[in-house]
């Protein structure tokens, strides 16, 4: 069995979410809306109190102390949220280059440690794909697809698809790699080397959107890749998807940041 990496403490330096002490999470608030929270990522509620308190810290936008609470809790359980918690304070919260890059990788290799052990564990497989796809975002998309990175990322995203079909946040992920491809290597090249098409991206937006028609985050993908596929024409389009996603009422701390982004875009 593959060797699980243990989660390192959150540093107590990790800086703090704009939106913390807006949601007052517990753990029956979490259990009464959870299917709400997890419409992106479908997953089952928390088997126990002490677990759904532990999520309460990250719904709530306290991050580090959801770490270390999937640390005190332990195994698979307490491991994905804290990788879940990490993954989402690195894309959204750390400020420093380096240690956002750090976090993304950490997170990408525990996840996939943890899939490997359990191949049935669609979560770790998500958000090993999240950490890498944020990752190579953030270093050169163009760099990610010269080392190969490319072809694992969309078979990975393809098989969350196959094994979750309801996985809307998996639609979302892969619909931004198949723009994010052709606007770096063209039309012709991507669908040659890379398999993926215009038409098919806008197919997963579209299908994501009817999964979780309240996702700020899979609105804010789909504009910008209107903007890479489309550009100017779909200009109109764009605009209305940014408004819509601002639009959209934050019922956790994730959402709220989801929000932020799509207010920054307009504000763009």
Known sequence: MPHVLRIPPPPDDWVAADCLGRFPFDGTRVLAQWEALHVGQPLPPPASPALAGAW???????????????????????????????????????????????????????????????????????????????????????????????????????????????????????????????????????????????????????????LHPASATGRVEYARALVALRGEPALAQVHQLYEDAAAIEPIDARQFLDREVALACMAD
């Open 56 to 210: 309460a810290l990250y719904h709530a936008g306290d991050f580090a102390a959801a770490v270390q609470a999937g640390q005190r809790f332990g195994g698979r359980d307490g491991a994905a949220l804290a990788d879940q918690a990490s993954a989402i304070y690195a894309n959204y919260v750390e400020p420093d280059d380096e240690r956002r890059l750090a976090l993304l990788r950490q997170v990408g290799e525990r996840a996939l440690a943890r899939h490997e052990a359990n191949p049935d564990d669609v979560p770790a497989l998500y958000w090993h794909a999240y950490a890498l796809g944020r990752h190579a975002q953030a270093v050169s998309v163009a760099r990610a697809l010269a080392q190969g990175l490319g072809g694992r990322l969309k078979d990975t995203l393809e098989r969350i698809i196959a094994l979750q079909p309801d996985h809307a946040d998996a639609h979302f992920a892969l619909g931004a790699f198949h723009a994010e491809v052709i606007d770096k290597v063209g039309e012709l090249v991507a669908r040659m080397t890379y398999g993926v098409r215009p038409e098919r991206a806008i197919e997963l937006f579209e299908q994501g959107l009817a």
